[in-house]
């Protein structure tokens, strides 16, 4: 039907008394207001005047009306449109990606959100028995998604600096179609401030990564919610901003599907995020939008096509915006990990690297310290732990749990595996045997972090002084 | 995670350290606010009081704040929240399920719209090589939906009184699992204005349905978005509207998924809709969803909740729209109705059943009165077209796009059908003989009924009189 719509919109002045659409005058909105921070070019923090909140704090409209002109009319903002967004709200998202990746040739589909646009990404690419790579430690709402289609996981080691190319060449080299199925295609990545573990994959390692890709024939779903929290140097202001040249960026063959999301920058509530693609993927993309969820909403449309215009805020708003935002979270990253070392780390039995990016702090707990901790145990599989690493953690979240505090254990995150892939992971060093850790956050309520992190450091001191 | 979270939930005074929710403060946004029509109780008929539109119409606002008091807040609409939707938003959208429908023992999942709604239902209910039965003639772009997931679909007949009792009864005694594959266990259905016939399904009828359901154990999807959008004998206000009886409101047994939406009585772009199911059913549709789109935009949850909220419309401003809404849609039936009986079926060419609801008007081309007509043609399979009708139609369409019309050939509406499918239909009675339809609507820019339609006439006219 859509091909058919195409047909005939190419023909000037046509009567249509084809589509079941509402007429906008019987919509019973007339106008739809967001009243938002300021980012106006004399307010250098953005972030730091909004979050002081006095009654003089100023601030901008977003509006959208039927009868008043405006960059989105409410007349087709609230009408059905095609499964790749309203052309304002594209091209809005398009030039954003344009200003901070400069694509070769792609093509912008937006979303309802991070969550859909990658599993969009998993049920376009994966078909049943398939293979996908991913970080051996993940997030697990994003890795469950696309089991129910058959698809297996195989877990790729990473440490501080991301995803490690060798083990990815590994993995890839030795993979033997006729006993473990077809070689993986696709790798699924997190490249900056990793969730769970906060990592973030160095430039060498993206240019290695995006190579071996190349070599492989992989295709990268680059999910890349934390861009815009990078951590580092002082930046100067004006310029773009230094962030890691992502994987988009390099993408010279097509074979990145980058997805982004407004829920980390701005609000998680709105859910319109978009997929930046080569034409190829984009067409498949909105395909497969039109016949699962169609297009996003209008009001988020609404939103970040004003937003981004001459009269709302503009990418240099919008980069304003969110240089102050890395400001604030740095500030309380830094705040995170002072309080850290004061109260887990220097007792010497956890520890932490601060993250580059992101929001999450991923906890080492030096659990072979333990008094009760064993590395005597053998499992005939390989593939299992040989230590009782995953028992201790366990009891420690729980003991956490029991003091009245939630921390994510790191054994809910590891990547789920098929008996196929167990072939490939190393029996000398089973994930099982590496689930010490702990993700938290610096992105919550500040005031928690103090009480939070001492209940941590109390409960680590009692787990590990116990009485052998 | 989502069970460790209730785990987790369960304790007071928890402090978290575990989600990566950014705080509402770095939010930035203030205040939401909707300018809408009025639907005080002292406008009887508010849809004419909105399209009068002058300067002096009522508005009403529905504002959601950070800061000030408000039926939902931005401090949690714009944040994470779960797949079946905030508290207040899920709260809304039942009370007005219980008002219209009052379901035995049931609960409502919020969607991201009805197209969201129906897709998840199939993916929640298919496996690979399933069938599952449709009204023969069927808004494709939703039947296209399941396909890539490997489900059949099995075509049952329908007349201007909706689907057909018997032929449901006929498809399912005679079913064969060894020859056919597992008998259908699921039904969709689009009992109101169906698309794109624009029959509704009759009272009796719908009874009958349920009990076969009852009878063969299926399943029943109700896809009702044109429900508010019923035409009849005068209303009496006041109390509840006179509308058919839905299949949810007589399901006893927990077997029907219901789906709602707000796009035809409000407008499309809102991308908003829910799914009434029992509790069991909600269970998995939230799973779905969590591992899909996630929970539906704050935007929309903030628009029905203070739309269904004591400051907004309540129920009662709800109702008070939807049937002025239905007398509005109503009067512009009656008006295409008009015109069609003049420029249209006078000629004898064509003629059409008013619709008792939705937007479309079936147009009935009485083909085999062309001169080219022929129904000759014998085809082995016994599946395909005996006649030239669909030649015919696909000639006749193209003549109305040359002339500038865009009408529904439809054919495009055919299920699709696989193989095994073909044993159980009747080779006397191909729907490819009957694709002598044509889908036009109402609902669009009033001002091209009458030129659309007097090009129809001409059209038909040319077609039919043209030498043998």
Redesign the interface.
């Known amino acids: ?1 859509k091909a ?1 719509w195409r ?2 919109k190419g ?1 000037p ?25 300021s ?1 106006a070019e004399d307010i250098e923090d953005p ?1 730091a005047v ?2 002081a ?1 006095g009654p003089s704090t100023p ?1 901008q409209l977003f509006t959208s009306s039927r009868d008043e002109p405006c960059n989105l009319s409410l007349k087709t ?5 095609a499964g790749a967004g309203l052309p304002e709200a594209q091209r809005a998202v398009t030039e954003l990606t344009k200003f901070y990746h400069s694509p070769p040739d792609h093509i912008s589909t937006l979303t ?2 991070n ?2 646009g990658v ?1 969009k990404c998993f049920r376009l690419l994966g078909s049943p028995g398939d293979h996908f790579l991913a970080d051996e430690f993940s997030f ?3 890795t ?2 696309p089991l ?1 289609h058959g698809v297996n996981w195989v877990p790729v080691k990473i440490d501080k600096g991301g995803l490690i190319p060798s083990d990815l060449e590994r993995i890839m080299s030795n993979w033997n179609e006729e006993t473990q199925g077809r070689r993986p295609h696709v790798l699924y990545s997190v490249p900056s401030g990793q ?1 769970p573990t906060g990592c973030t994959l160095n430039a060498d390692r993206r240019k290695k990564v995006y190579e071996l890709a190349q070599r492989f024939d992989l295709i990268i779903i680059e999910d890349d919610p934390y861009y815009y929290l990078q951590y580092s140097e002082e930046e100067s202001s004006g310029t773009p901003s230094k962030l890691m040249p992502s994987f988009l960026s390099m993408d010279i063959d097509g074979r990145v599907l980058r997805v982004d999301s407004f ?10 995020g978009w997929i930046t693609s080569s034409p190829l993927f984009h067409e498949h993309l909105v395909s497969l939008t ?12 609404i ?1 970040i096509t004003e937003m981004l215009s001459a009269s709302g805020w503009q990418i240099s708003g919008f980069d304003r ?1 969110t240089r102050s ?1 890395r400001k ?1 979270y740095q500030r309380r990253r830094d705040l995170f990990l002072d309080i850290f070392a004061r109260e887990v780390s220097s007792a010497g039995f956890a520890s932490a690297d601060p993250p580059q990016a ?3 702090v991923w906890i080492d707990v030096h659990v072979r310290k333990h008094p009760r901790y064993r590395c005597d145990i053998r499992d005939s599989e390989g593939s299992i732990a040989r230590t009782n690493v995953p028992e201790l953690m366990e009891e420690l979240f729980e003991r956490c ?1 029991d003091s ?5 254990p790191a054994s ?1 995150f590891v990547a789920p595996t098929s008996p196929q892939v167990s072939k490939i992971l190393d029996p000398e060093d089973p994930i099982q045997d590496r689930v010490n850790f702990l ?3 610096f ?4 005031s ?2 103090q ?3 001492k ?2 450091g109390e409960v680590l001191k009692e787990f590990f002084q116990e009485q052998k």
């Open positions: 039907m058919l047909l005939t023909k002045n046509m009567i249509s008394l084809g589509n079941g659409d509402p007429h906008y005058s019987l919509y019973p909105v007339k106008k739809i207001q967001y009243e938002v921070a980012a972030v909004w979050t909140a601030t903002a609230l009408a059905y449109s309802v959100g969550m859909d599993s697990n709402a994003l469950n998604a129910s969730n829920s980390k920058i701005m609000m998680p509530g709105m859910r319109l039109d016949s699962s969820t169609q297009h996003p909403h209008g009001f988020g449309q939103f915006w935002l604030e992101g929001m999450f749990l009245g505090l939630v921390v994510m809910i993700r938290t956050t992105a919550g309520d500040e928690s972090m009480p939070g992190l209940i941590l």
